[in-house]
């Protein structure tokens, strides 16, 4: 059983950048690979990034590529999403989860997700 728990969104104008920080409970965090989602008003849930359990590997949908940089340090059990140069579609409430596949876009993957934070990028 893992929990998770989002923070850092906020309200940012076009151009900034926002750091989110998604910290899991229990001692098995590197067991998991981790995405972020996100889930724009009246959208399904999309996919943004995900890490393997080490950090070797990135993936990132192309919309964010060169933008968003995921990371994440197993000693705190936390994975963080640098979002830079923000746009007003990057506007959404975004979500962590954590996968046993070794790195997945598929949100149906995903055996455990977080509550949420908000991000809005105005123009």
């Known amino acids: 059983q893992v929990q998770l728990v989002e923070s850092g969104g906020g309200l940012v104008q076009a151009g900034g950048s926002l750091r989110l920080s998604c910290a899991a409970s229990?001692?098995?965090?590197?067991?998991?690979?981790m995405g972020w989602f996100r889930q724009a008003r009246g959208k399904e849930r999309e996919f943004v990034a995900a890490?393997?359990?080490?950090?070797?590997?990135?993936n990132y949908t192309n919309s964010v590529k060169g933008r968003f940089t995921i990371s994440r340090d197993n000693a705190k059990n936390t994975v963080y999403l640098q979002m830079n140069s923000l746009k007003p579609d990057d506007t959404a409430a975004y979500f962590c989860?954590?996968?046993?596949?070794?790195?997945?876009?598929?949100?149906?993957?995903?055996?455990?997700w977080g509550q949420g934070t908000q991000v809005t990028v105005s123009s």
């Open positions: 890490i393997t359990r080490s950090g070797d590997i990135t």
């Open positions: 989860g954590a996968t046993t596949r070794v790195i997945t876009t598929w949100r149906n993957d995903y055996n455990y």
């Open positions: 229990g001692r098995t965090f590197s067991s998991y690979a």
